[in-house]
């Protein structure tokens, strides 16, 4: 497969865009280790009650679920910084 050409500046802004995705997932999963504690279940372990409507329906559990689609929507984006990085080919301008 042939590289991507993309400017210096561009990379630059792509893999700041990618920092700042990755500051977001974490700012997000400090949020949620304490409705962790809480509940004693991991995220993955709530997101699978929560979506069999076995979780019940006590407010912390809509946060939860918030954050956790937040998290996978930044995923989503940083994964997509990630290969456009790894597929890009630097040129001087």
Known sequence: MRKKTMRPEVVEVLMREKSA???????LQEKIRPLESRYGWTTEEFL???????A??????????ALAEAIE???RTRDGLVELLDDAEKVSV
Do not use: T
């Not at 995705?21 to 700012?27: D, K, N, Q, V």
């Not at 699978?48 to 076995?54: A, T």
């Not at 019940?56 to 679920?65: A, I, P, V």
């Open 21 to 27: 995705s990755e500051m977001a997932i974490a700012r």
């Open 73 to 75: 929507d930044w995923k």
């Open 48 to 54: 699978e009650k929560f979506e069999k409507g076995e």
């Open 56 to 65: 019940g329906d006590e407010q912390d559990y809509f946060l939860w679920y």
